[in-house]
Nanobody, 121 residues
Framework: QVQLVESGGGLVQPGGSLRLSCAASGIVFEFYTANWYRQAPGKQREVVAT??????????IYGPSAKGRFTISRDTIANSVSLQMNGLVPEDTAVYYCNANGAPHSTRDFWGQGTQVTVAS
């Protein structure tokens, strides 16, 4: 039974911060590529941040909207991945999804249910 459970979303004022967490069960998260995606109303889903497995490059790649403001990290003990978001602006409003992907070593791909982030006064 594999589950990814996101938490930490909510309403925040512009300039504020939120920390999203994605807790995994049924997989060892550090062996998967971790991705944070988001999808705003009327827009296509976009990649916010990517963290490759520790056994590979342990590389972090940020999307254009996140670079310089967001930080992705993993907690191997907690088997979780987090997204620290600072300097939030209204255009960050979206549903944020956690993803674990096993490529190229496997076809396993898992998604969380999403957590709503709303940035507004």
């Amino acid at each position: 039974q594999v589950q990814l459970v996101e938490s930490g979303g909510g309403l925040v004022q512009p300039g504020g911060s939120l920390r999203l967490s994605c807790a995994a069960s049924g997989i060892v998260f550090e062996f998967y590529t971790a991705n944070w995606y988001r999808q705003a109303p009327g827009k296509q889903r976009e990649v916010v941040a990517t963290l490759t497995p520790t056994s590979a490059t342990n590389e972090i790649i940020y999307g254009p909207s996140a670079k310089g403001r967001f930080t992705i990290s993993r907690d191997t003990i907690a088997n979780s991945v987090s997204l620290q978001m600072n300097g939030l602006v209204p255009e960050d409003t979206a549903v944020y999804y956690c993803n674990a992907n096993g490529a190229p070593h496997s076809t396993r791909d898992f998604w969380g249910q999403g957590t709503q982030v709303t940035v507004a006064s």
